[in-house]
């Protein structure tokens, strides 16, 4: 009998221990601006410099959620030949983390493009929303309808973006 009570205290101190575990992991989550497996750099037929300008539509809020090129101003396009480098760095910016909750829900602001072969693209913006800096990473089909989306703020993933900018850019974008 108290073999029986031994096992069934060890048992859910185990389960106990799992559930917990498991729920902490299940509050982290993944967030990078590139990942090198995504798509081949083959496929990757322009990298801007941009300036997506999106003033908030407070009367109409999905207006803000759709992609507009009319509001697109390309500022700088990237050298072909540092393709390969600039992609290796950007998926190195992002990590694991808590979940941040999401800050905004479109683009707007200072950021890059990356554009595919197929017509589908990557936009990714910085800006500043109710006095958070906040970034944008939106993955965007050919007809311009977003696949997915992350709008947080998260400070140190900010400044390694902007950092990148200034090392292959040469506009400013202070």
């Known amino acids: ?3 029986t009570k031994i096992f069934f205290l060890f048992s859910t101190l ?3 221990f799992l559930l917990i575990a498991c729920g902490i992991f299940a509050l982290e989550r993944q967030y990078f601006l590139y990942d090198l497996h995504d798509r081949e750099i083959s496929e990757i037929v322009q990298i801007s410099l941009v ?9 109409n809020q999905s207006d803000n959620e759709q992609y507009d090129v009319e509001k697109l101003i ?4 990237l050298n072909s030949e540092v393709y390969e480098d600039f992609l290796s760095e950007l998926s190195d910016i992002g990590g694991i983390a ?3 909750p999401e800050m905004i829900n479109s683009p707007n602001g200072m950021g890059i493009l990356i554009s595919y072969q197929d017509g589908g ?8 929303e109710n ?3 906040c970034i944008f990473w939106g993955s965007y089909s050919s007809n311009a309808t977003i696949e997915n989306f992350f709008g947080i703020s998260w400070q140190e993933m900010i400044d390694d973006f902007e950092a990148l900018i200034v ?3 040469d506009t400013n974008i202070d």
């Open 74 to 77: 390309i500022l700088e396009t």
């Open 14 to 16: 185990c389960l106990s």
């Open 1 to 3: 009998m108290k073999s």
């Open 167 to 169: 090392k292959y850019f």
């Open 121 to 128: 693209f990557i936009l990714i913006t910085v800006s500043n």
């Open 51 to 59: 300036n997506y300008i999106n003033p908030v539509n407070e009367e």
């Open 131 to 133: 006095d958070d800096d």
């Open 98 to 100: 808590g979940t941040f």
